[in-house]
């Protein structure tokens, strides 16, 4: 009897392990990103600046793209990935590396789109890009 008790709490046990993972519901959506832009435009002028940024409409809930140096610029989907069903942008914040979820507080860093604070765990949705110094290309 007491061996099956075991048995029973083990599997129990092994079940539950399974209810930590992030639920699907909480992941943004995949949808098409095909942009072409030229930072020689006065509305892209941040982007010839490192840390520069600028929000784009385009992607599930917006874009940013962020100046990392002078090679390299990053595409992040404005859909904050903690509470997808609410639809809760980040927002950069201003002179700093990092954006901000208004609702939840969590924040990600600019740099690689991971979490900085919670009670996000997942990072921000990055697009692919190619920079070539004043055009830049965002897909998926």
Known sequence: MKRFFILIMSAGALSLSNCQRTPSEHLV???????????????YNNLN??????????????IIAYRVN???????????PYNV???CKVFVDTGSTYCTDTCSGSQWLLLDGQVLRGPA????????TSFDGSNLIITN
């Open 70 to 80: 002078n090679d390299e610029v990053k595409a992040y989907d404005r859909q904050a």
């Open 49 to 62: 600046f490192i840390n520069g940024w600028v929000y784009l409409d385009e992607g599930y809930n917006g």
């Open 121 to 128: 765990s997942l990072p921000l949705r990055e697009y692919q």
């Open 29 to 43: 959506p995949n949808v098409r990103v095909d942009v072409e832009l030229s930072t020689n435009l006065p509305q």
């Open 85 to 87: 069903r609410e639809k």
